[in-house]
């Protein structure tokens, strides 16, 4: 609701996106127009447009940071954009991979990159555009002190009630990997509450995707090889167990060697909710023909613990040099597209955006269709 409130109040015009990147968006999304990936059982996924570069990234010189990648969407009445994990370690482009890692320098924050053309967010031939992620647009990162933060703060995913944001996040230290959860009322300021690891016994938790409903309980969807779901009334507080298995890899499949939450489940117009995950095949990265790539499933309305629907393919694959991680671009991860943010625009139409090599941002536009 607030994102749409935030694009109707700010649509006018605010300058032409860069001519390139039209260009980019025209080549693309003719080749994916046609892509429609059909299941027997009712849902599907159209892609209607990939922008053809990052919209974030430190070679085309929208990032001062070289690793930024892997954003959450927010927005509140009067501003929207990305929360970025942002590194910064020494990439060479169509060098090696650097699996970028540790403190200080290399350490991940959380920048702000502010929305520039909010009438582009729903628009399938749009590009959004952000302004510059700098240190200067640093709004969350580790905590002096803070031994679970020695290596960073990273990959966030948001969702909000009336009035506040949630953020789950990775606390990553040189002996832990938890997943940690922060609250403010506008992402775009410092100023942010810590409440601590969610699941304070359990290391490696991490990836959290919250569903908050009207009347609760509200379910939380958790994991990065196997995606666990965990209910509750107050979404501050979760059983120290961390809930029941939710998703798991699938033999001889895309997803066969693990699955990973992306953004929070997205309501449709039927009432069932729309849960993006991540997933990787075979030995990835070692494999050169692995990868790591988004598919989904559908959620009952009534129960959220129940799938309607799981996807028997990716909806995207990680083609383009900057998904890869080859030159022109730099690599972080290779052949990586990872969602973690989503904006819903009307219609069972979503916006939505990811890393790419974990080194860029990128966005598509997709719609989810039923029989």
Known sequence: ???????????????????????????????????????????????????GAPVVSFVDGTSTFQQAFNPAWFATQSSGGLLVRSQNCTAT??????????ADA???KLAFAKLLNP?????????????????DTVVFGPQSGNSMET??????????????????YTCYGASDVLMCLATTADPASSRWTRHGAVFPELQGSKSGALLIRDQPPNYLYWGAGEIRVAASDDPLVWPSA?????????????????????????????????FIYNSWNLTWPSDPTSQYHPAWVVLDKKDPTVIVQRASEP?????????????????????????????????????IFFGGADAVVGTAIIKVTTA
């Open 1 to 51: 609701t607030q994102t749409l409130a935030f694009v109707r109040s700010n649509a006018r015009n605010v300058g032409m996106a860069h001519p390139r990147w039209l260009a980019q968006v025209a080549v693309v999304a003719a080749v994916v127009a046609a892509l429609l990936l059909d299941d027997c059982e009712g849902y599907s996924v159209e892609v209607l447009s990939v922008a």
């Open 93 to 102: 482009p169509g060098g090696e991979c650097t699996y970028c890692s540790g």
């Open 106 to 108: 290399k350490a991940s």
């Open 119 to 135: 009438d582009s967010i729903c628009d399938p031939q749009g590009v959004p555009r952000f302004a510059m992620v700098s240190e």
């Open 151 to 168: 290596y960073g703060t990273e990959d966030p995913r948001i969702a909000n009630d009336t009035h506040l944001f949630y953020m789950f």
């Open 242 to 274: 961390g809930g029941d298995m939710f998703l798991q890899p699938r033999a001889n499949m895309f997803d066969s060697m693990g699955v990973e939450s992306g953004p929070p489940p997205l309501k449709l117009q039927d009432g069932n909710y729309f």
């Open 315 to 351: 909806f995207l694959y990680p083609t383009l040099a900057w998904e890869q991680g080859v030159a022109p671009y730099t690599c972080n991860a290779p052949r990586v597209l990872f969602v973690e943010g989503a904006v819903a625009c009307g219609n069972d139409v979503f916006r």
